[in-house]
């Protein structure tokens, strides 16, 4: 995994400075609404609004950044791996709303976008694809039989409710809630002739999960033994 706990450290506190600023800056530019040049507050106001900008210069250039780290690193996986295609989830519809005015400007601000961007340029100097895919139920479904899947807190707390752990009714699969996503992102970046996690139907019409050892995605087991198209 990519972590960057000490620049999202400095995001953070730089964030939460800006939120500040406004904060102070708002009652101002209320109370010099219609005479900004010779109200008492207009200096105060003008030091505050340069202040912010300031703040918001140095955010875009660490998120520039931390856009460009994360992208090297994406990619530099990929090249290590022997990778000719990068999958990755279109992110491009979802909107942070719902959360309060603050919590969805947070989520707004983040830099996936960016970072998908980078990607791209990073990516096509190596000689790789990126290819974007939904995202809509990467982590809903069974990467193997496309099932829902009951999500747990832990795998020792099977009847406790979470989000990180995930278990399959059907075929019995179980684990990260992340790596099942995965697998259903790079299925679904697959031409169906390809796509060996895409269930097919049985004799009776019921989708069945093909039998497989091994796939472009790593080495997986039959989720099913009594497979009749085995």
Not at 68 to 94: F, I, N, P, T, Y
């Amino acid at each position: 995994m990519f972590r960057a706990a000490g620049v999202l450290a400095k995001q953070h506190r730089l964030r939460r400075l800006s939120e500040f600023l406004h904060a102070k800056a708002d009652p101002y530019q209320q109370l010099t609404a219609g005479d900004e040049q010779q109200h008492g507050l207009a200096a105060k106001h003008a030091i505050l609004s340069e202040e912010i900008s300031r703040v918001c210069a140095r955010r875009s250039k660490l998120n520039d950044a931390l856009a460009w780290a994360a992208a090297r690193w994406a990619v530099d996986q990929a090249v290590a791996a022997g990778a000719s295609v990068v999958h990755v989830e279109d992110l491009r519809s979802l909107e942070a709303g719902g959360m309060g005015w603050t919590m969805n400007t947070r989520l707004s601000q983040q830099v996936r976008g960016q970072i998908v961007d980078r990607m791209r340029h990073l990516a096509a100097e190596a000689g790789i694809a990126v290819v974007a895919v939904p995202a809509r139920n990467t982590s809903r479904h069974c990467p193997r039989c496309l099932t829902p899947l009951r999500h747990r807190k832990a795998p020792d707390r099977p009847t406790t409710l979470g989000w990180k752990w995930a278990i399959c009714p059907g075929c019995g699969w179980q684990g990260d809630r992340d790596q099942g996503a995965w697998q259903r992102i790079a299925a679904r970046g697959l031409p169906p002739d390809q796509d060996r996690h895409r269930p097919h139907h049985g004799r009776h019409g019921h989708p069945h999960p093909r039998r497989h050892t091994r796939s472009g995605l790593g080495h997986h087991a039959s989720c099913r033994a009594d497979d009749p198209e085995g």
